[in-house]
């Protein structure tokens, strides 16, 4: 199964000491695909490419200022109401000033009802820039259903090894099957 996704965020970032920042950030395009789908356990495992478009402001920390390409491999289990799924991916940068880095992010999620499903993600990567450190954060949100293929995506959380900032994401992503 192959669905397409299309997210348009508003980022909102608080660094210590720098105060906050709220604007358009980087629009993300994506297709993904699962190609194994296993009924009976509930276990699915898929690819998720993305491309990363610079529409956010780089100067004000909304966006990354170039394009950007992302590719992850994704597995899910589902049981009841809950779901857990992790991803592992490389980020392929184009600005100079960065350099390519590999991610890694676990979710765990609870539909509160049909409409809403709340969770909490723990995530890390390898150094972004040239003389950077490696991230470990945590995000707590959600997505709220409020069309057939219309979702509001939000999400709150903070850095707890790496560079010490809060950050904040709302998002329409658009579905396509």
């Known amino acids: 199964m192959c669905n397409s996704s299309w997210e348009i965020p508003v980022a909102v970032v608080h660094d210590d000491g720098d105060g906050t920042r709220t604007g358009a950030g980087d629009l993300l395009i994506g297709v993904k695909w699962r190609f194994l789908n296993n009924e009976q356990s509930k276990f699915q495992l898929g690819v998720y490419p993305q491309l990363l478009l610079p529409t956010g402001d780089r100067a004000r920390g909304l966006g990354e200022g170039r394009s950007a390409f992302v590719f992850p491999v994704v597995a899910q289990k589902n049981w009841g109401k809950w779901t857990v799924y992790g ?39 390898s150094p972004k820039e040239s003389n950077g450190r490696s991230d470990v ?22 850095d707890i090894v790496g560079d010490t900032h809060a950050m904040a994401y709302v998002g329409l992503q658009f579905l396509t099957k």
């Open 87 to 125: 991803n592992v991916g490389f980020w392929w940068q184009t600005a100079k000033e960065t350099r390519n880095y590999i991610y890694a992010g676990a979710v765990l999620e609870r539909e509160i009802n049909e409409r809403l499903t709340l969770g909490a993600e723990l995530f890390g990567n």
């Open 137 to 158: 954060a945590f995000n707590i949100g959600g997505s709220l259903k409020l069309k057939e293929h219309i979702n509001l995506l939000f999400t709150g959380g903070r």
